[in-house]
């Protein structure tokens, strides 16, 4: 098994138990406590787990944002790159917030002829001082945490556009549950985009397959493009995902 298939189901045993025993882990995974120990002190250097005696807990909702853009950039940059190859001229993307979607937004900006609506502001200002391109800021609460707007006027004014695309990136896609997220806010503001857009492309690296966060926001089989990494292919989930999704495009 790879580490981050093993990683990644530590973190889905986490978030179903919020604390878990390295015996527990070893018996789930069917490896040895030292490469469990060795896999707990990478997620706790990265911020994503606090190590206690005999195991591990979550430290919060998701790794802090400044973690997220720092981890799997190279992996995020190419699935940026193949998730930008999938949108044409002319077209009405809606984007959320998040490392990734920073990368695909970096991406799409050396375009023209797009019009970007999201609720980040990293997002929005990748495009700032690049003609060409329309964006729209949605409007609601501020999470300065994050760098996004949120809430029910953000919601509620999503409901206004009908764009081309919904471009989204979860915390984790699963065949069953479909695409999830940890916290209710961002699961409402990408189940509102999902259900606005004419297509959804989920933008997901290898970390996130067979990944079964808090809130599911959208069924694998209204998913119009998984955008992966090829390390997704050693996931023993994504035979499920490809019956379940319209497409897998790997990157």
Known sequence: MWHEERHSRIRDLLRTSGQVSVERIVT???VSRETIRRDLVEL???GEIRRVHGGA???GDEPPIDVRHAT???EKRAIAKKVASLVES???IFMDAGSTMNLVAEALATRSGLTIVTNA????GRFAGRGGNEVHLLGGRFNAQIGCTQGSATVAEIARYQPHVAIISPVGIDAKAGASSFEMEEAEIARA???NARRIVIAADHSKIGVRSRVAWCPADRIDVLVTDRRSEKSRAVTAIRKAVG???YA
């Open 28 to 30: 789930e995974l069917g």
């Open 44 to 46: 706790a250097e990265r």
């Open 57 to 59: 807990v979550l430290t």
């Open 72 to 74: 799997r950039v190279r």
């Open 90 to 92: 002319g077209q009405t």
């Open 121 to 124: 502001i990293d997002v929005a």
């Open 193 to 195: 985009m999902c259900a």
């Open 247 to 249: 497409d897998i495009a």
